[in-house]
Nanobody, 123 residues
Framework: QVQLVESGGGLVQAGGSLRLSCAASGSFFSINAMGWYRQAPGKQRELVAA???????NYADSVKGRFTISRDNAKNTVALQMNSLKPEDTAVYFCHATARVVAGTGISELDYWGQGTQVTVSS
């Protein structure tokens, strides 16, 4: 149905920047909300930033002013620009999307996840 492929993770020093990208492909009627979550070792997955198809954004307090989420609706892509990175930003980052797809005999809005990309910030 929907595949999400992420790119852009890696190792960076504190204060540095990284840009994550995610592209959605497959069979769907529309991609609605898109976003990024992260999961650090021993911690629960948490929302980092999300953006609606109308470009309304939502950020975790811990990244406000440092991260910027954007999307290209025509290409079904979402990006996360991460600046002023801190060691506590180290985690696996997952792309997330909600999409309207054919499910059974009707249309449903379902959640989809990427495979995750590692971001490591050294002090």
């Amino acid at each position: 149905q929907v595949q999400l492929v992420e790119s852009g993770g890696g190792l960076v020093q504190a204060g540095g920047s990284l840009r994550l990208s995610c592209a959605a492909s497959g069979s769907f009627f529309s991609i609605n909300a898109m976003g990024w979550y992260r999961q650090a070792p021993g911690k629960q997955r948490e929302l980092v930033a999300a953006i609606t198809s109308g470009s309304t954004t939502n950020y975790a307090d811990s990244v406000k002013g440092r991260f910027t989420i954007s999307r290209d609706n025509a290409k079904n892509t979402v990006a996360l620009q991460m600046n002023s990175l801190k060691p506590e930003d180290t985690a696996v980052y997952f792309c997330h999307a909600t999409a309207r797809v054919v499910a059974g005999t009707g249309i449903s809005e379902l959640d989809y996840w990427g495979q995750g990309t590692q971001v490591t910030v050294s002090s």
